[in-house]
């Protein structure tokens, strides 16, 4: 393996330093010359991928591949955009088996019904705070920084999928409430199936044991089955990259990466300051141990960093959780609720790139309009699952809401994975925080706890897909 980065360092900085040659000295270097030395690095890049055998490996590759493709190849580079088609297709699929399992199985299997309506409105009363702040960081953050403004999207073709009149007040919160519950997944309206899965927990928890126990487990089991699902489609995942960057680049060129690069540099301070300014406050707030909760949520904070995943992070969140101090009642109530309703990352990135996309198609939003984006956001964005690449979903249904183009949320599909690994990780590290605030707020978060590390877990679970 150190023989095979060593050739790949070696191999990337020849390909560099001849491009500087080309671009920074009089001597003339083929273009021909240029592009195999390039595709030399990629090749060993693939070489040096195939040795690590990781998910987040190969999806940065197919990312350069990808882009190397749409450069040197734009035509072809073009044709590929079918793939991250694919990928957004199959992520809507997860999206209501996944939510409908993981919250019936934690309302109804939790017990204490009154408890968990205390719990309910207490959780609920703090996400909605969080995410709020959330909302205002990332549109700060974006007008300040104006990474959409200048992106050149004459000639292209508006997408016909976004033909929805802006909605009312009025709409909006009728548009919480399902009235067919297949209707509400067959259109994939994720707040709605939120409300259902709610519901029908409640209502499951309240008849008799003889009755709850099949369909609970039938939830329990779903959950599971969903995971494994989610793991299955993640194995796409680079190939959607591949093909979302090289048609990016392929028809629009390297001007647009600019403004990509500064929408990932946008997010990433964002959401920086969005934990310091935020989170570490909750934490002083709440009177929470700083060291042992960051020993506690390191792990899954790092295996949602890597893969992307908020799912893949839950099993190892859930354990350090509860080994740090925080009861099972609470933790098993709180997480996965919270990957429905506590989403602060994702929530900040759909502020931002809202108003990303609504600079690139050259709208300026005023402040009034923005607000109003922001408390639609409120509602639409409690509905995200945990999964890659929902969050596109819930960004493309509230660009449509407002009339604005398809084309710029293209565009970020490009970036998405880079941008996905920082606003998974934020969402893990918030609802780890919030199980803690909970259960100090519940009078049952044990001070005399002290976290130490399962032997092994950490390993095998970052080893898995």
């Not at 150190?2 to 273009?31: Q, S």
């Not at 996905?420 to 605030?437: E, I, K, W």
Request: overall charge neutral.
């Amino acid at each position: 393996m150190r023989v095979v980065t060593l050739l790949l360092l070696t191999v990337a900085t020849l390909a560099a330093l001849l491009h500087v040659v080309d671009l920074w000295t009089p001597l003339a270097i083929h273009p021909w010359v240029l592009r195999s030395a390039r595709w030399l690095a990629i090749a060993v890049l693939f070489w040096w991928g195939w040795k690590r055998k990781s998910l987040t490996s190969w999806i940065l590759i197919f990312l350069v591949a990808g882009f190397e493709l749409g450069y040197s190849f734009p035509q072809a580079g073009q044709h590929l955009k079918i793939l991250s088609d694919i990928f957004l297709r199959l992520i809507k699929t997860i999206i209501a088996p996944l939510l409908f399992g993981t919250l019936v199985s934690g309302i109804a299997g939790h017990g204490n019904l009154k408890q968990v309506g205390r719990l309910g409105w207490k959780s609920i009363l703090y996400y909605e705070i969080v995410t709020t702040l959330a909302l205002i960081v990332g549109l700060l953050a974006i007008n300040l920084s104006g990474a959409g403004r200048g992106i050149d999207l004459s000639g292209v073709q508006q997408s016909s999928e976004v033909a929805a009149a802006p909605q009312s007040a009025r709409d909006i919160i009728l548009h919480v409430f399902p009235e067919n519950i297949a209707k509400a997944i067959a259109e994939g309206q994720v707040l709605q199936i939120v409300v259902f899965s709610i519901l029908f927990g409640i209502g499951l928890s309240l008849v008799d044991h003889r009755r709850r126990e099949p369909m609970l487990q039938f939830a329990e089991s779903l959950s599971e089955v969903m995971f494994k699902f989610t793991n299955l489609v993640m194995y796409f995942a680079p190939f959607a990259v591949f093909g979302a960057i090289a048609y990016t680049i392929g028809k629009y060129g390297l001007g647009v990466f600019h403004n990509l690069l500064a929408l990932l540099l946008t997010l990433y301070v964002a959401l920086i300051a969005f934990v310091v300014l935020v989170l570490v406050p909750v934490m002083l707030i709440a009177r929470v141990p700083v060291r042992r909760f960051i020993r506690a949520a390191s792990e899954p904070f790092t295996l949602a960093f890597a893969t992307a995943s908020s799912e893949s992070a839950l099993p190892i969140a859930l354990e350090n959780m509860e080994r740090m101090g925080v009861p099972r009642k609470i933790v098993a109530f709180v997480l996965p609720t919270g990957y429905s309703f506590n989403l602060d990352g994702t929530t900040l990135y759909l502020a931002l790139a809202s108003v990303f996309v609504a600079q690139a198609a050259g709208v300026e939003l005023t402040i009034g309009q923005q607000v109003v984006m922001m408390l639609t956001l409120m509602l639409t964005s409690k509905g995200v699952a945990g999964v890659p690449r929902a969050s596109l979903v819930i960004l493309s249904g509230t660009v449509a809401s407002f009339g604005l183009p398809m084309e710029p949320i293209f565009l970020i599909l490009g970036i998405d994975a880079l941008m996905d690994m920082a606003r998974t990780s934020v969402n893990v590290l918030g609802n780890c925080l919030a199980s803690v605030v909970i259960a100090r707020w519940e009078g049952e978060f044990d001070d005399e706890a002290v976290f130490e590390e399962a032997p092994g877990l950490a390993g095998k679970d970052a080893a898995a897909p």
